[in-house]
């Protein structure tokens, strides 16, 4: 009897789930989870992570048995574990989907040679993680991807992503099949969970799309940089581990509106910025375009930084956020990496990290690829830019809702104070005085990227 192994990474759903429904045309399905030793020894698999991950596989493991099925969980390392089970299983055909990172690429090939030793074929999926796959549109000129959002947003929106797959039914497991048991997040990876982390799996992210395509898309466009209005879909959570596909969230998105077109927009921006780290995979910790930088090194500015006590109200908003909810709203992500970069002038590797301490949404691709476009190393056409957070807070937060939410200490505070407490004759209730002068820094960060 035919088996084949649908092996779950970041695609942790059985909607439009192109490894399983292709697994599933098997007489026999193994779906098939491996908690990776080589992850877990990383500091990738933060706490937060961790948490949202245990919670993604027990839904999927629901939704696997509702469909006849169930998730055969195993620990290890993921070739070896796949390789044992294709020789207990005889096994015919292994099914992943694409992914860009180094380690997928090294795991896929790793995974071709030694399941070609067992007689035992592989089978890449590409639209799984992304709406087009990396590589799949190129420019004209003969690069090997596209260093400029516009021209790859026009081509990929020409592109027709495929339709939306159906859960498979009456999926059946090999005789004697079982699955180790689902360790604690604490087991994954200690430390404490934020307080406020959303819920993993596919349930929750169904639950969310659906508010969002209910009651929250339409005004995308006009709210979505709107801080206090929180008018973002919050999906980002659920794409990083694929609770909820990308392709079907554009299927469902209607482009003649301005909401529509500007959420699928955000949708190409993820797919950009995989098909840059597809082909260029060092660029999570090298400069995409390198600007000969001389970063300070300064362990207190950092420190202040992370913890939410720069002295900058809108920028301590969202480190905060962060902290408390494992994600940030993405103009507050702009707003703080901006600070940490060019007015601080502090690495962007030490923000990139703290973030993918904290983000549950933080991915390679995403995440140090915005990092890199805010710290001017990036694809950013405009790299000297500086944000100014007072001006960002007045034009984002212009009635400070957004700062009272998570600097509680200037609640009492209106107007201009709220944003700048320093012109205030006493302290602020405590709040710490600035760290620097946002204004000296940005002229001296800009006139050393000029060279003056």
């Not at 590589?135 to 495929?162: C, E, K, L, M």
Request: with cysteine.
């Amino acid at each position: 009897m035919a088996v084949a192994l649908a092996l779950f990474t970041r695609d942790l759903r059985v909607r439009d789930n192109p490894v399983l429904v292709a697994a599933s045309r098997a007489e026999e399905v193994l779906p098939v989870f491996v908690v990776d030793d080589a992850i877990r020894s990383t500091a990738y698999l933060s706490a937060n992570k961790a948490a949202f991950l245990i919670a993604a596989l027990a839904d999927l493991d629901e939704g696997l048995r509702r469909a006849g099925g169930e998730l055969v969980l195993r620990g290890g390392d993921t070739v070896d574990e796949v390789c044992r089970l294709v020789r207990r299983y005889s096994v015919e055909q292994v099914h992943i989907a694409e992914d860009v990172s180094a380690f997928s690429h090294r795991r896929e090939e790793r995974l071709r040679t030694r399941l070609a030793e067992l007689g035992c074929g592989l089978e890449v999926h590409a639209g799984s993680v992304t709406v087009v796959a990396p590589g799949r549109i190129t420019p004209s000129g003969g690069n090997d991807h596209f260093a400029v959002f516009t021209p790859y947003h026009r081509r990929w929106a020409r592109v027709r992503a495929r339709a939306p797959l159906a859960v498979p039914r009456g999926l059946r497991l090999p005789r004697g099949v079982a699955g180790e048991k689902v360790p604690s997040a604490s087991d994954l990876a200690p430390g404490a969970v934020s307080p406020q982390l959303a819920p993993g799996g596919e349930s929750a992210a169904r639950r969310t799309a659906r508010t969002w395509f209910t009651d929250g898309i339409e005004a995308y466009a006009d709210l979505h940089d709107d801080l206090a209005a929180d008018a973002t879909s919050h999906l980002s959570p659920y794409l990083h581990f694929g609770c909820v596909s990308a392709t079907e969230l554009v299927h469902r998105s209607d482009l003649s509106t301005t909401g529509g077109a500007a959420f699928v927009r955000q949708l190409a921006w993820r797919d950009f910025h995989h098909q840059m780290l597809a082909v260029r995979p060092a660029i999570t910790h090298r400069d995409y375009r390198p600007r000969h930088d001389r970063w300070a090194d300064d362990e207190a500015l950092l420190s202040a930084w992370r913890e939410g006590r720069t002295g900058y109200p809108i920028v301590d908003a969202g480190m905060r956020q962060l902290a408390a909810q494992g994600w940030m709203h993405n103009r507050a992500r702009l707003i703080t990496a901006s600070f940490l970069t060019k007015t601080l002038y502090l690495d962007w590797r030490h923000g990139a990290k703290h973030f993918l301490d904290l983000l549950a949404d933080g991915d390679m691709a995403n995440n140090q690829l915005n990092w890199q476009w805010v710290a001017g190393t990036g694809a950013d056409t405009r790299p000297n830019r500086v944000l100014n957070p007072i001006r960002q807070a007045r034009r984002y937060d212009p009635d400070g809702d957004y700062v009272r939410r998570w600097v509680p200490e200037l609640a009492h505070l209106h107007g201009l104070d709220l944003h700048e407490p320093w012109r205030l004759p006493s302290d602020a209730a405590g709040y710490p005085a600035r760290i620097v002068d946002h204004e000296q820094s940005a002229r001296r960060f800009v006139a050393y990227r000029r060279g003056e």
